[in-house]
C-alpha cells in the first residue's frame, strides 16, 4: 500500500498516481491509500515521489508518499 499524504489538490495528486498504475482505495483527511498491483511498494513509492516532485503545479505544494 503506497500513501500521498497532500493537503491541497488531493484529485491531481490522486490522477497522477493513477496513472502511474496505482489503484486508488480510499481518503482519509488529508490521506490517500493506493494499491500497488506491481508489488515492490518502496520502489514504486520513489518513482512517484521524483515524478511529483517535478510537476510544475505540485512542486511548491508540500506532500509526502510513504510505501506502508
Known sequence: MIIVNAP??????????????LIFIKKSGMKLFF??????DGKK??????????????????FSVQAQ
Open 8 to 21: 491541497l489538490k488531493q484529485e491531481t495528486f490522486q490522477k497522477y498516481a493513477e496513472d502511474e498504475g
Open 35 to 40: 494499491d500497488n498491483p506491481e508489488g515492490e
Open 45 to 62: 513509492a520513489e518513482v512517484l515521489k521524483k515524478k511529483l516532485k517535478g510537476e510544475k503545479e505540485l512542486a511548491a505544494i508540500y
